[in-house]
């Protein structure tokens, strides 16, 4: 009876409440960011319906559901109405393989590290594909470079993590976490901590790498012609995409669910949304680049330093069998 | 194996999605006539098509890309068994990132990343 | 279980191509490819390979299918495209293409006929023998005996980069000399 019962939690109970809480933790984030960086910005922010504004969210879900749900004449509209679903399911998927406590994770892949990257290379059809049904210039512009900058980016976020495979010898995202008990992996890898931070900002196109959605240029970029629930799917996907890239900073360089003192969850929330908080400075104090330097960053710097970190690594770990 | 936790996962996720887009539809407002029949052009006339002459670098990101990514799969495989591939490994490995280093600055030189340039051309 | 996952993922499979083939739309052929991809990933991780099917999302799903549906949307022009494209798929002109599938499909359905008889299915063993393969066995054989493989990759990627970039660069030439003014974005 007891196997049963456990069954009934680790199947379906846990997806589940990871699910909503996901979902909850996408919503709020929006409003603490507006809060925030109001703060940052001596300004109030929300701060007029419920406590603190904290039902500002509710209000938001509220009129995004009953705005008209409009889908451009013009438009691909097949192509128009999945877009913004692939970007919801890629970053939800993404969660499956994170290890939130100890039994607590959704997906026990061997090869969890290859799911992710594979997920991530297929987020950017959300993009190109929503861009090229709105069949409009500014949503064509914006997605076009918005794919081009996360093709770019992409290639060394993957090599950026490898190095960690290295030390850790697995893809599987539990025993990389397992790997950190005496020391994290930040220590180990500074520069590919610092590679796979640009290669995430910038694949969850968030500012200073937000050229897509430049507004100063083209408009609302590739969700230019987006109104409704569809473009609120986007706006969560993004939200959803900073908590993910926060959660895999913390799982692989900052030791995952291990502190001393607290209860494990506690600590991979805290650490999480300490890196959400530093997403959301991000946004308040650096100013965003050129296009072009942007790919020339990326391309001349980073990809070659990539390459040269897993060189290093790798020697490093080999130095005691000379 | 494929857990029955992660096809629940997948399964409500799925589920999710469609709801929000269903629920989104059926609270959806009947307007009127409108003239929102045009693509969204910071509020003037919309000129011209979606027929843009693109820059040829976007096709040379694509192109290199694919090329980087084949690279990084055979560096994948490489990551996990480096202790076991050993020094003679770590040689090939050495030289394989150097000829896609040696194809990275030579696509540099060519100016493929310079965006917005006027381009030369190979003489 | 496994051998209905796997008829459902080869039937996805097989439509989907099918659709690519006949699609108007190229963005929508090259969508119906893409499933295509995922599809056969599926079947590689049903017949215990998750690395295989990693590499196949990752490789074509992610990077070839994305090339090519990027090159699309730049050489795409609206509603003119969508007019040749439907003139592309002609059925009188594929039949050669569809006589030497049905060859094909013949050949299949008689294989798999000759599998599912029964005492084949009820027999010591079922003909999904899944032996996982880890992705340290395969770096294992790939960086041991079969390291020359690298090396003539490395080659290959190395050449397949620099043919990319001189086919994109504009040659010196004075027919060309007019575009010049052209405004590219």
Do not use: C
């Not at chain 1, 960086?37 to 007029?48: E, F, I, M, S, V």
């Not at chain 1, 980016?153 to 993590?161: K, R």
């Not at chain 1, 003192?261 to 104090?285: G, M, Q």
């Not at chain 2, 539809?25 to 011209?48: A, D, Q």
């Amino acid at each position: 009876m007891s196997d049963f019962l456990g069954d009934i939690t680790g199947d379906f109970i846990i997806p589940i409440v990871i699910l909503v809480a996901l979902l909850l933790a996408g919503a709020w984030s929006t409003w603490l960011e507006r809060r925030i960086l109001a703060w940052w910005q001596d300004r109030l922010g929300p701060n007029r319906v419920g406590p603190f504004g904290l039902l500002q969210v509710v209000a938001d879900m509220i009129k995004i559901f009953t705005k008209e749900d409009w889908i451009p004449p013009f438009a691909d509209k097949v192509l128009f109405v999945i877009a913004p679903m692939i970007v919801m399911i890629m970053m939800m998927l993404g969660f499956a393989i994170i290890p939130f406590a100890p039994g607590i994770q959704i997906a026990h892949f061997d090869n969890g590290l290859l799911f992710l990257l594979a997920i991530s290379s297929l987020s950017v059809y959300s993009i190109m594909l929503a861009g090229f049904s709105s069949n409009s210039k500014y949503a064509l512009l914006g997605a076009m470079r918005t794919a081009a900058q996360m093709l770019s980016y992409e290639v060394f976020m993957g090599l950026a993590i490898m190095g960690i495979v290295i030390v850790a010898d697995s893809f599987s995202l539990s025993k990389i976490v397992e790997a950190q008990a005496d020391m994290w992996f930040i220590i180990a890898q500074p520069l590919g901590f610092f590679l796979f931070l640009f290669a995430g900002i910038a694949e969850s196109h968030r500012a200073p790498f937000d050229l897509p959605e430049a507004e100063t240029e083209i408009v609302a970029g590739f969700h230019t012609e987006y109104a409704s629930m569809k473009f609120g799917m986007f706006f969560i996907g993004e939200y959803l995409g900073v908590i993910l890239i926060s959660a895999l900073i913390t799982t692989l360089y900052f030791g995952g669910w291990q502190g001393p003192w607290l209860p494990p969850l506690l600590w991979f929330i805290l650490k999480t949304s300490f890196f959400v908080l530093f997403f959301i400075l991000l946004r308040a104090a650096i100013p965003r680049p050129r296009y072009d330097q942007l790919m020339a960053f990326g391309w001349y710097i980073l990809l070659p330093l990539a390459l040269l970190n897993l060189l290093v690594t790798a020697a490093w770990q080999l130095a005691p069998t000379l | 194996m494929i857990s029955t936790s992660f096809l629940v996962y997948l399964i409500a996720v799925l589920l999710l999605t469609m709801t929000m887009l269903l629920v989104s539809h059926l609270l959806n407002p009947k307007t009127g006539k409108r003239v929102n029949k045009l693509p969204y052009e910071s509020g003037i006339v919309p000129s011209g098509t979606t027929d843009i002459r693109w820059n040829v670098n976007y096709f040379l990101v694509a192109i290199s890309f694919v090329i980087f990514d084949l690279e990084a799969v055979f560096l994948y495989i490489w990551s996990i068994v480096v202790m076991e591939a050993g020094w003679q490994g770590f040689i090939i490995t050495s030289f394989f990132i150097f000829a896609l280093l040696i194809g990275l600055f030579y696509e540099v030189r060519q100016g493929a990343f310079d965006w917005g340039k006027k381009q030369g051309g190979i003489e | 279980m496994i051998e209905v996952l796997f008829f459902i993922a080869a039937a996805v499979a097989l439509i989907s191509a099918a659709m690519t083939v006949t699609a108007h739309n190229a963005v929508h052929g090259l969508l119906y490819l893409v499933v295509t991809m995922l599809a056969i990933s599926l079947i590689f991780f049903l017949l215990g390979s998750p690395f295989a099917a990693a590499l196949q999302v990752i490789v074509y799903a992610g990077a070839i299918m994305v090339l090519f549906i990027f090159v699309t949307m730049m050489l795409h022009q609206g509603e003119k495209s969508l007019l040749e494209e439907k003139q592309l798929f002609q059925i009188s002109g594929s039949i050669g293409a569809f006589l030497l599938s049905a060859v094909l499909l013949v050949e299949l359905v008689y294989v798999l006929a000759g599998f599912a008889s029964p005492q084949l299915i009820n027999g010591s063993e079922g003909y999904f023998t899944i032996q996982t393969i880890t992705v340290k066995e395969l770096g294992i054989q790939l960086y041991g005996p079969y390291q020359l493989l690298v090396v003539i990759a490395a080659m290959m990627l190395l050449s397949a980069l620099i043919s990319a970039i001189h086919i994109a660069r504009r040659q010196k030439n004075p027919m060309q000399a007019d575009e010049e003014g052209d405004q590219t974005l």
